[in-house]
Each structure stands twice: as structure tokens, then as C-alpha cells.
């Protein structure tokens, strides 16, 4: 973006905006055909192909988990060679974690900030678009070495010295490398592209303490991804360096520490793992007022409470290591911590059913995994509370029960959670309803084949049962509960396809929806379903958290004006940007037009990586060329963009 | 009172499950297990009587009956619930501080390694087996063995982890928590058995292909019985009786002695595990096989069947070899 200061914007009623529309249509919209969908900045055209492309990758990490599980549905099997599950396991985790857990969560914050803040896009649109860009290329090429039979086959935390170039010589784990280092790159981008949204792009009234629980918990797994990315990047360059050019960062008999690796990585994954539920808790916190027909209880207890989480999180990163040796004193400082943690996910539970108890609830689909999100973040919540006790995790670490507690956690709370919120947003996104008559068998065959599926791991942990074994024996006496958990994770999958066929037919012929089929209070129910490629004919002024529910709530005499007035900003791409605490406008911002130049950058930036990774100095040089190029003419001073003095 | 009960009979389930397993955490015939079983028992308690309170919460905020809806499905005012929020993290915070309180209690109990112990075991962990060294004050009488670490029942005994290679972790469930064996480093846990008997442990951490075939066995012993057992291991084993004995060896130290060491021979291989007293362990290649004829003559005519991956090539040897060193090795008693 940049700032055009010389001119006040005008101010105009909805009849005189009406005149404009069809010029801002003309200013705005992507034009048809795949150069236009290659170059768009579009952020609802990228939001929605980072659902897809997560979804995707959800498909790809299930089938993953299919075939594991019908190689551990008995004991003894062969289905698998020992290196063919330990690919399929890492692949699994680092599918659902990296490539569907954070992107598809990007995808819902892309498409709906803009709308929920009042403004025409994000902060910084080529940007967004590299973004998308860069996960999809790490995405790929992680699973281009699956193809080649040579996919990470470490675990999706890779410990060293496994991960070493002496113990696992292929190019698996440089894969790895490749694909976080991109990934790492995607995401913090993205996350400042969030941040500088959040502080400059909100509508004119929205204060920090009318924004939807959504963009608090975007907001926060940003903020902390800008700290936690950095020590996963530096764990897999360092790593590299070990494999390729023959240095000991994490290698003992060179005076390196196997541990180091651990701190390094667990430093950024358990921020992560809350960056993958916070946003998702946030879908919740905003969904269940518009199916309770009342805003949330306790908004502002909630918000600090998704901070605080997030600001906890950095500091027990420790309970990952707890059979590691560390010393005493300070595992008890990190199980403490561990559990400390707690409290702000209990404010958020008691939130959720207070807000329902108080409220008139409609049984959607949307409001069904609503609901069953609760149960199932509490059921996930204890399984790591007992885990944060040190000497029971010395017990449970490294077995099914904690398999059976992320499950909860990363199942429960982020696919549930957006699972309801495609039921809700489908109709915002493409202008029809999903069908609810199968969209309540998904959400009940998804509910009890995740519990058939799920909770067993629990007890066949407690029988001893570890992580990432291809196979165990017939007298250990886990052959029953593994053959339950088979069966319930198939319903489970079951449940998956029903919604993603609801997804397809109701995409071709759903029953059409208007601007607000729910009736929600938040300015993305303000603008047409799906919304006009301008977003606001008119930059809205807000007045309240629920712009739209103002008459009702009662809470005051000031209204917001949504649809009625505000500002036409339509002298080429702009929006409005305002001051950070009370959102008073500030200057007009100028966005950019569609550019080639995301695309070009990524591709680039992973030939380049790519070759240095795997030493093929060519792809090197030129990526690195042709990145230099990209990046100039990305960043070349443009006249539209008032970056030119006049 | 309905809620401590359901939640009793629901903690009673997994317990029950758990319990009579050989692996199974409730198995517990150690201290550190006792300790640790009762910990899990409170907080397990307490996690199943939460999970079932906000069940019942929640179904009741959706299913209570509301006065009848006037509005016509329009949203209403913001009123009250904050109360919800207040109450439920109150409570939540007494019960966590009176577990967090345990748990620092718990660690206290089995953290600490003890000063007294009565003998002290190194292991050694590979890919994919034990490799378990007793030492004595008199290095005549150090030796060594392989998956299977014998103890004295009632008395507490450290045990010293080093790797020869990844991460590993050294877990008998029925006896005291895991620790992970990292290399460069030379981490300390402490077991005590109360009662003789065998517990099986296993590796608790992703360690390569056979992670999953890494088993191995402590055997408490009465005092008696594991000073009996010591004195015997320092023995060499038996020399062959019969032609096919020696012909065994013969072939034995041809073809295996790169890899092992088998005292009684000349073998002196340090690569693979010690096969000296081969015959006293209950499994074979680290829980993978039984000990018996058959598996062991499958076993050495080819590993990579057995557990592909593992350590030891297939040696080509011929069937009449084959059968000369399983005789030879039956002997070593």
C-alpha cells in the first residue's frame, strides 16, 4: 500500500454512492481466464484458494492416516515396509500441522478480514498473494519427494541425530528443509501483512475493542509466529549445514548437542500449536453469537484470554522434553507453566457455554460443531493437563496418549471449528446454503467416528503402547482397542467425505442466500453474498462491536452507518486507513493493482532454494536472478500508487 | 455425587483396560510406577469428573427450558453470564493449584536419583538392542550382555544410559517412568521391582526402522538368585562336546566373530551383542523372536527377513553350518 496525502476523501450518502458502483466494479474486479486468476491480488480469490488448497492437503494427510491405520488395525501385519509408515506417519503430521492446520486458518482470515473490518482489502495484496503462493510451492515440493519414494521419514519433529545426513543419507530430510524454510517464509509474511492490516485498515469508529474474537486470534498467532518462526528456520539451516557442509552444530561427537535441536524446535512448535487453535477458537467465539442470537459473554475477558494463552505458550515449550534428562527444578518450572495455562482456556469454555445458556440457540449444522467443539477442546484440554504433570508424562510421553490428546486438540478445536465455519461463511463466500439435512449426518457421523476413533488411544497409551511403531506384537494385548480405533477413524472419514460432497453440490446447486441468511451483527453480513470485488460500496463508520444488531442491543444512541453513508473512495484501487487506537481516518491509502510478480518471486525463490539445498548450483544461480528481477520490478516506484511525487 | 461416581466408574474403565497388560502402565510393581500410577489415577479422576461436568453444562445451556421467544428470532440484549466466567475459572484455579501442589509432591517422590543405590546397571542403546554392561570394583569381574538387564528384587538399582547412535528412550512401564538415551550424553534413572518376576520394557522413542522391535526384559531376582546369576555370567561358555558342537563353533568363530563376542571362543567381535550366555534370555534380537531352535535357525539364515533394517547382514552359510551353530549355541547356558 501506499499513501496518498493531498486529497480529504468525500463523504456521500448510499444513492449518490449507487451512481459509482459500476466504476468501482471496473476498478476492482480480476479480470476472467487463468492470467487474471494467476495475477490476482484479490484477497477473497486467494483466501478461498488457501482453503482449497488446505483442504487439499487435509485429504491427502487423511489418506495417509487411512492406510497407517489399516496396518495397525491387528498386529503382525505387512501391508507396509518399516520406511514406507515411518514416510507415511512423518507426512501425515507434516501435512495436517503445516500444510492444512495454519493455511487453512490464513484462508478464513484473508477472505473475511477485509469484510469483517470495513475495509476493500489487506494491507499489502501482492504480498498476500506471495504468500499463498510460497505455501503452495512448499507444499508441493515436499510432496514431489513423496512421489520419488523419498519423503521425510523422521517424525514431523525430526530429531537429531536421526535426521543426520550419517543415519538418514537421502535427500528426506533436505525435502524438509526446503519446504519449512518456504513455509517459513509464507507465513511471515503473512503474518505481517495481518499485523499492519489490523493496525491501519480498520473502518473509522472500529476501536480496538469492537474488532471480532477472529481477529484477535489471528492477530496474536501473527504476532507470536513473528518470534516463533525464526527458531524453526534456524534449526533447519543449521541442520542443513550439518548434512551438507560438514559442521557439528547438533552432533555430539563433534562437540554439538542433540538437544539443542529440541529447544530449537520446540521453541517454535508449541507457539504453533497454539497458532493453529487460536484463530479456530476465535471462528467459534464469532459463530456461536450469530446461532445464540446474543453477542459473546465476557468479549473483552475472552480477547485477553486468547493474548495471554499465546504469551503462556512461549514459555512451556520444555513439557515436549521432560524425559530428556533436564534438569528437575526446571521441569517443574515448565510443568507449572504448563499448567498455569489452563486458566485462559477456561475463561474461554465458560464464555462459549454461558453464551449459549443465556442465549436462544438455532440448531444449525454450524451451530452442531459449535457445540461439539466444546466438548472436544475440554476432552483435549485434560489429556494435556495430565500430561503437564511431570512424572505422569514420564509415563505417557512418547505413546498413544499423547497422540490421543493432539488429536483432541488439533481435531476438536481446529477442524471442527472450521468445519462449523464453512457452514456458516459458505453462503458469504458463493451465495448459497450448504444442505443442512447433510450437513447434520456429517457433523454426527464426523462426531462419534472421531470418538469411536480417538478416545481408545487414550487407554491403549496407558497400556503402553508407543508413538510411530509399524507394528507390535500379538501378546501386548493392544490388538482390540488398535481394531476399534481402525473402524472408528474410517466412520470418521466417512463423516470428512459427506461434507466435502455437501461442499460440491451445494456450490453448483444450493439454495441461494442473500446478504445475511443468519442474521449476524458483523459488517461482513453488511455487503452482498458473495461480496462485490470492492468489498464496501461505501467505507462503513461503526459505531458498536455488532454494527448490525444496533437497534436490537440497544446499547446507546450512536449507529453505526453501514449501507447508508461514508466514504467513496474511488479514484483508482483505495481504501481508508485509520489511527491504530480509536480508528479515526487517518490517510487514503493506494493499493495496488493485479501483479505477476508474487507468482514469478515464489517460483523463483524456491529454484533458488531448491538448488542450494541440493547443491544443483544452475537452478541456484538463476532462481537467485530472477528473484533479484522479480523483487526489483515488485518494489519499482509506480506513479498509480502515489509513490512518485507529482 | 452422581458426577464422582460416573467418573469413577468412567476412570475404572481404562484402568481396568490398562491393568494385566505386559506393557500397561497400571501393571505397577515398582515404586516409581506405584507413585506415578497414583498421579495419573488424581488427575485422571479429575480430568474425566471435568470432562463430564461441562457435558452436562453444556447439553443443559442447550437443551434448558427458555421463556417462550417474543422477538421473533431477532438478536437480544447483552444480559449477564459473566457470573459463568467468574465461577468456572475460580473453581478451576482452586483444583489446579491443589494438583499442581501434587504433582510437585509426586516429583519429589521419584525424581531424585538415590545415593544408596545397591548396584548400577550401563546400558547401552543401538539400533535396534540393549547392549547392558555390569561393572565391579574388580574389572576381572565386569561383563557384559544383551536385552536383558537383571536386578535384585526390593532394592534400587541405577541405571547409567548412553547411545551408541540416535535417541532412544529406555521405558519399563511397570516399574518407573521413561528416559530418553541421547547421545553425547549419559542420562541416570533408577529402578526398584518389589516383587521377582520378569517386566517388559521397550524403546519409547522413534529411533529408525525397528523402533518397533526394540523390547527388552529386567528380571528381578531374590538377592540369592542374582548373585547366583552374576557369578554364572562371569563363566565362559561351555566347550563343545561333540563334533557338531565343534564344528558349530568352528563355524561360529568363521563367520560371526567379526560382530560378536562369545566367551568360551575365540569371538571377540564387539559390534553385535554379546552371545556368551545366549540361551538365558527369553527373546531373541530384542524381543522380536522367541528363544527357541526354529527362531533362532531362522534368525541367523536371514536377519533382514526377521527385522529388515536390522544391524546383521544376511551371512551366507550353508544349511549344514547353520544347524552345527544353532547346536553350538544351545549350549551356551
Known amino acids: ?646 | 455425587m452422581r458426577v464422582v461416581l460416573l467418573s469413577t466408574l468412567l476412570l475404572g474403565i481404562p484402568a481396568l483396560a490398562a491393568a494385566g497388560t505386559p506393557l500397561g502402565i497400571f501393571s505397577d510393581s515398582g515404586h516409581d510406577a506405584q507413585e506415578i500410577s497414583r498421579l495419573i489415577a488424581l488427575f485422571g479422576g479429575v480430568s474425566i469428573a471435568v470432562v463430564v461436568l461441562i457435558a452436562l453444562l453444556l447439553a443443559s445451556s442447550i437443551w434448558h427450558r427458555r421463556p417462550a421467544d417474543t422477538s421473533g428470532g431477532r438478536p437480544q440484549r447483552d444480559e449477564g453470564g459473566l457470573p459463568w466466567i467468574y465461577w468456572g475459572v475460580g473453581i478451576s484455579a482452586v483444583v489446579l493449584l491443589i494438583c499442581m501442589l501434587f504433582n510437585l509432591g509426586t516429583i519429589a517422590a521419584v525424581a531424585r536419583t538415590p545415593d544408596d543405590a545397591a548396584i548400577t546397571v550401563q546400558v547401552t542403546a543401538h539400533q535396534w538392542w540393549w547392549e547392558v554392561e555390569y561393572q565391579d570394583p574388580d574389572s576381572h569381574k565386569d561383563f557384559l550382555s544383551a536385552n536383558e538387564i537383571h536386578i535384585p528384587a526390593g532394592e534400587k538399582v541405577r541405571i547409567l544410559l548412553s547411545s551408541a547412535d540416535v535417541i532412544h528412550s529406555f521405558w519399563v512401564p511397570s516399574l518407573a517412568g521413561k528416559m530418553d538415551v541421547i547421545p553425547g550424553q549419559t542420562n541416570v534413572t533408577w529402578v526398584q521391582a518389589d516383587q521377582p518376576g520378569t517386566y517388559r520394557g521397550e524403546c519409547a522413542v522413534f529411533c529408525g526402522a525397528e523402533h518397533a522391535r526394540m523390547e527388552f526384559r529386567v528380571v528381578a531376582q531374590t538377592p540369592k538368585d542374582f548373585e547366583a546369576w552374576k557369578v554364572h555370567q562371569l563363566e565362559d561358555a561351555p566347550q563343545p562336546q561333540d563334533a557338531t558342537t565343534l564344528r558349530g563353533r568352528l563355524a561360529f568363530e568363521s563367520r560371526c566373530a567379526a560382530c560378536h563376542t562369545l566367551r568360551g571362543s575365540s569371538a571377540a567381535g564387539m559390534a553385535g551383542p554379546d552371545l556368551t550366555h545366549l540361551m538365558d534370555r527369553s527373546t531373541l534380537a530384542a524381543g522380536t523372536l522367541p528363544n527357541d531352535m526354529g527362531h533362532l535357525a531362522d534368525w541367523i539364515r536371514n536377519p533382514q527377513k526377521q527385522k529388515p533394517g536390522t544391524g546383521m547382514p544376511k551371512v551366507p552359510v550353508s544349511e549344514a553350518d547353520l544347524a552345527a551353530i544353532v547346536a553350538y549355541l544351545r549350549t551356551t547356558h
Open chain 1, 1 to 646: 500500500m501506499a499513501v496518498e496525502t493531498f486529497r480529504t476523501p468525500m463523504l456521500v450518502t448510499a444513492e449518490e454512492a449507487e451512481r459509482h458502483a459500476p466504476g468501482l466494479e471496473r476498478i476492482w474486479e480480476t479480470p476472467p481466464g487463468l492470467w487474471g486468476w494467476l495475477t490476482s491480488v484479490d484477497h477473497k480469490s486467494i483466501g478461498k484458494r488457501y482453503l482449497v488448497t488446505s483442504i487439499i492437503f487435509l485429504i491427502l494427510g487423511g489418506l495417509e492416516a487411512a492406510v497407517m491405520r489399516l496396518q495397525l488395525a491387528q498386529p503382525g501385519m505387512h501391508l507396509l515396509s518399516p520406511e514406507a509408515y515411518a514416510q507415511l506417519f512423518t507426512m501425515h503430521g507434516v501435512t495436517m500441522i503445516f500444510l492444512y492446520a495454519f493455511p487453512v486458518l490464513s484462508g478464513f482470515s484473508n477472505y473475511l478480514w477485509p469484510l469483517l473490518l470495513g475495509s476493500r482489502d489487506m494491507a499489502f495484496p501482492r504480498l498476500n498473494a506471495f504468500s499463498y503462493w510460497m505455501f503452495l510451492l512448499a507444499g508441493i515440493a515436499m510432496y514431489v519427494s513423496f512421489l520419488t519414494g523419498r519423503a521425510p521419514d523422521n517424525g514431523w519433529f525430526n530429531y537429531v541425530p536421526y535426521a543426520s545426513r550419517g543415519f538418514d543419507p537421502g535427500v528426506n530430510i533436505d525435502a524438509y528443509a526446503l519446504g519449512m524454510i518456504l513455509l517459513g517464509v509464507s507465513t511471515t509474511v503473512g503474518a505481517i501483512n495481518f499485523i499492519v492490516t489490523l493496525i491501519r485498515l480498520r473502518a473509522p469508529g472500529m476501536s480496538l475493542n469492537r474488532i471480532p474474537i477472529i481477529i484477535w486470534g489471528t492477530l496474536t498467532a501473527s504476532l507470536a509466529n513473528l518470534f516463533a518462526v525464526p527458531a524453526v528456520t534456524l534449526a533447519f539451516v543449521l541442520l542443513w549445514f550439518d548434512r551438507s557442509w560438514g559442521t557439528h552444530f547438533f552432533d555430539s561427537t563433534g562437540g554439538g548437542q542433540p538437544l539443542l535441536w529440541q529447544h530449537l524446535f520446540w521453541m517454535f512448535g508449541h507457539p504453533w500449536v497454539y497458532a493453529i487453535v487460536l484463530p479456530a477458537m476465535g471462528i467459534v467465539s464469532d459463530g456461536l453469537p450469530v446461532f445464540c442470537r446474543r453477542p459473546l459473554v465476557g468479549y473483552s475477558l475472552v480477547a485477553l484470554a486468547t493474548v495471554s494463552t499465546m504469551v503462556l505458550g512461549f514459555g512451556v515449550w520444555v513439557h515436549h522434553m521432560f524425559a530428556t534428562g533436564l534438569p528437575v527444578t526446571s521441569l517443574s518450572f515448565f510443568s507449572s507453566a504448563s499448567m498455569v495455562i489452563v486458566l485462559p482456556s477456561a475463561v474461554a469454555v465458560f464464555a462459549w457455554i454461558a453464551t449459549i445458556w443465556t442465549g436462544r440457540p438455532r440448531f444449525t449444522t454450524a451451530f452442531l460443531f459449535f457445540a461439539g467443539f466444546v466438548l472436544l477442546f475440554v476432552i483435549g484440554g485434560v489429556s494435556g493437563f495430565m500430561t503437564a504433570a511431570v512424572p505422569a508424562d514420564w509415563q505417557l510421553t512418547h505413546t498413544y496418549f499423547v497422540v490421543a490428546h493432539l488429536h483432541y486438540v488439533i481435531i476438536g478445536i481446529n477442524v471442527f471449528a472450521v468445519v462449523g465455519g464453512v457452514y456458516m461463511w459458505f453462503p458469504k463466500m458463493t451465495g448459497r446454503f450448504m444442505n443442512e439435512t447433510l450437513g447434520k449426518w456429517s457433523f454426527w457421523v464426523m462426531f462419534i467416528g472421531f470418538n469411536i476413533g480417538f478416545f481408545p488411544m487414550h487407554i491403549v497409551g496407558l497400556q503402553g503402547m508407543p508413538r510411530r511403531i509399524y507394528t507390535y506384537p500379538a501378546d501386548v494385548g493392544w490388538g482390540t482397542m488398535n481394531l476399534i480405533i481402525t473402524h472408528g477413524a474410517y466412520i470418521f472419514a466417512v463423516g470428512v467425505l459427506l461434507f466435502l460432497v455437501n461442499m460440491v453440490v451445494s456450490r453448483i446447486g444450493g439454495k441461494r442466500a442473500g446478504a445475511n441468511p443468519w442474521g449476524g451483527g458483523t459488517l461482513e453480513w453488511s455487503v452482498s453474498s458473495p461480496p462485490p470485488p470492492y468489498n464496501f460500496k461505501l467505507i462503513p463508520i461503526v459505531a458498536r462491536r455488532h454494527p448490525l444488531w444496533e437497534e436490537e442491543l440497544g446499547e446507546g444512541q450512536d449507529r453505526s452507518s453501514t449501507n447508508t453513508r461514508g466514504f467513496l473512495l474511488n479514484h483508482g484501487r483505495e481504501t481508508l486507513g485509520t489511527t491504530m487506537l480509536d480508528a479515526e481516518p487517518d490517510v487514503i491509502l493506494k493499493m495496488p493493482e493485479d501483479s505477476v510478480m508474487p507468482l514469478l518471486l515464489s517460483l523463483a525463490l524456491t529454484a533458488f532454494t531448491t538448488g542450494l539445498l541440493l547443491k544443483l548450483w544452475l537452478l541456484f544461480g538463476i532462481g537467485g536472478g530472477v528473484a533479484l528481477l522479480a523483487g526489483i520490478a515488485w518494489l519499482w516506484p509506480q506513479r498509480s500508487l502515489s509513490q512518485i511525487e507529482r
